[in-house]
């Protein structure tokens, strides 16, 4: 019964290749974001979708493309990785109520060699 | 553009000490949000701070915000072992939905 749920857990793999990370919420929540945390934990907003439509683009390189097939879902495609795409990358999800409360997933380690 | 600071960065303390970790915030934020981490985890919320004034406790953690003074506190009390964490605050705005956060206080506590 988790609520955000992330795969793979862990991702190496070799410059220039293209990966996907997927992620999925049964929270019923309308709101999506991926979150990137770098190697000395900074957090940093990437994306928001809201019922498949983006909202949120944080000046993110085009080698990132997220994709929303429909609202409990919400992948991360990159393109042609490089090695500073090293990190771990958090789904978050958000509950429509004032409090505005994110609930995020386990997150998904990049490895770029 | 909301910018959120905490300090301090690295934080190593005594089992049973109190202490205060601070989250200032440069603009009008309507949130406040304190999150947890341990290593190689996830993210577990703590608490959500509404308004000025506000107060919210859990255990041996107590969120404060100020909002006229664009700052949040989270206090620990008599801290124990299992409190070594990653703590950060974030902060929004209504109608811009996205989380800004700080950069973390790592809290070692030590017996």
């Known amino acids: 019964d988790t609520a955000v749920s992330q795969t793979p857990k862990y991702l190496v793999t070799q410059m220039g290749n293209d990966k996907s990370i997927k992620c999925e919420q049964n929270l019923g929540h309308d709101t999506m974001y991926w979150y990137k945390q770098d190697s000395k934990k900074f957090l940093k907003i990437m994306f928001s979708y809201n019922n498949k439509e983006l909202i949120i683009n944080e000046t993110v390189p085009n080698r990132f493309s997220p994709k929303s097939p429909d609202k409990a879902h919400l992948n991360l495609h990159i393109n042609s990785l490089e090695l500073g795409d090293s990190a771990v990358y958090f789904c978050a999800s958000r509950a429509g109520t004032v409090y505005n409360e994110q609930f995020f997933g386990p997150g998904t380690r990049l490895t770029v060699l | 553009e909301l910018k959120v600071e905490q300090n301090p960065l690295f934080l190593s303390m005594q089992e049973g000490k109190n202490y205060t970790i601070y989250c200032n915030y440069s603009?009008?934020?309507?949130?406040l949000y304190w999150y947890r981490q341990d290593p190689g985890k996830s993210l577990e919320s703590l608490f959500v701070l509404l308004s000025n004034g506000a107060v919210k406790q859990e255990g041996r953690l107590m969120a404060s915000l100020d909002t006229k003074a664009r700052l949040s506190t989270l206090h620990i009390t008599a801290a124990v072992h299992d409190l070594s964490a990653t703590y950060f605050c974030?902060?929004?705005?209504?109608?811009?939905?996205?989380?800004?956060f700080g950069t973390g206080t790592r809290l070692t506590i030590i017996p």
């Open positions: 603009t009008t934020s309507d949130r």
């Open positions: 974030a902060a929004d705005i209504f109608g811009n939905e996205k989380l800004t």
